[in-house]
Nanobody
Framework: QVQLVESGGGLVQAGGSLRLSCAASGRTFSSYAMGWFRQAPGKEREFVAVINYFGANTYYSDSVKGRFTISRDNAKNKVYLQMNSLKPEDTAVFYC?????????????????WGQGTQVTVSS
């Protein structure tokens, strides 16, 4: 079992920045690729970013590429999402998730463990 707890959400003006954190406990953190997803009201959960087991590879959705950066610290059992140049359309509940899978990691169905989510609201 892996337990995930997100933090760092809040209210920010358009153009601002936030850094989300996800703390993991349980089984070996470095055994899992870690992803961030988000869900806006009335919309389906969508992929944001993923980082592989040792942080060597990252992948982003087109909507956040160049603005968001995913990173991880395996010594601290944490994964981060640095969000810059935020837009009102980034408003959503952001979730971190863990997977032991190796492919199609943009697909939420590949993830075995999920956090409870943290709200990000970007005002215009």
């Amino acid at each position: 079992q892996v337990q995930l707890v997100e933090s760092g959400g809040g209210l920010v003006q358009a153009g601002g920045s936030l850094r989300l954190s996800c703390a993991a406990s349980g089984r070996t953190f470095s055994s899992y690729a870690m992803g961030w997803f988000r869900q806006a009201p009335g919309k389906e959960r969508e992929f944001v970013a993923v980082i592989n087991y040792f942080g060597a590879n990252t992948y982003y959705s087109d909507s956040v590429k160049g603005r968001f950066t995913i990173s991880r610290d395996n010594a601290k059992n944490k994964v981060y999402l640095q969000m810059n140049s935020l837009k009102p359309e980034d408003t959503a509940v952001f979730y971190c998730a863990a997977t032991s899978k190796y492919s199609t990691l943009y697909d939420s169905r590949q993830y075995e463990y999920w956090g409870q989510g943290t709200q990000v609201t970007v005002s215009s």
